[in-house]
């Protein structure tokens, strides 16, 4: 496998997130004067602003299909599952994006905070390198659900199968337990979010 390949498909599905958290996180204060004077539920704020990932996610993967047909390249059969194997990752943003944009409309710098934090992510997650078997990257890959939830969705459109497939259930459950948390603290918040944003 060329080693751009590799790493453009690992960026594409980073990118889905990284984007997804940073717009999420912002989008309460995007939209301060709509949460003061309509009364609407909030939470489409946030999945409005994933939608801006998405779209981006899909302009990537485009030009990700040219780069595959340059070197020749012809994606296993079981890339058709490569959406739904997205789906662990894409909760994980909207959930720490509801909890961010909480924090986001209190500390207004949390947005600086957000964009330093995911390029360090980037370096502690095999992006743009293959993961390591031993030594201490390979403990920080085992304790970081981002290792597996983009990992697993380029192996299984690069080779077809994903290698530790019950760390990505382990992953995917703790995903949709961010993001039913996630949604629940952003609804209890949510009252109160008139008066500050």
Known sequence: MPYPVYALVGLTIWQLFATGIS???????????MVVKIN????????????QSIFEF?????????????YGIVPHWTSVFFPLMLIPLVLLTIGLGFITSLVTVILRDMQNIIVLATTILLFLTPV????????AMAKINEINPLAILIGAPRDMLLTGSVPRFDYYIIASVLSAVIFLAGWRVFHIVEPRMAERA
């Open 23 to 33: 717009t999420c996180s912002n989008s309460i204060v995007a939209g301060g004067s």
């Open 40 to 51: 609407f539920a909030k939470e489409s704020l946030i999945i409005a602003s994933f939608a």
């Open 58 to 70: 899909i302009v990537r993967a485009i030009l990700l299909a040219a780069v595959f047909a340059w």
């Open 128 to 135: 743009l390198y293959i993961p390591v078997s031993n030594g």
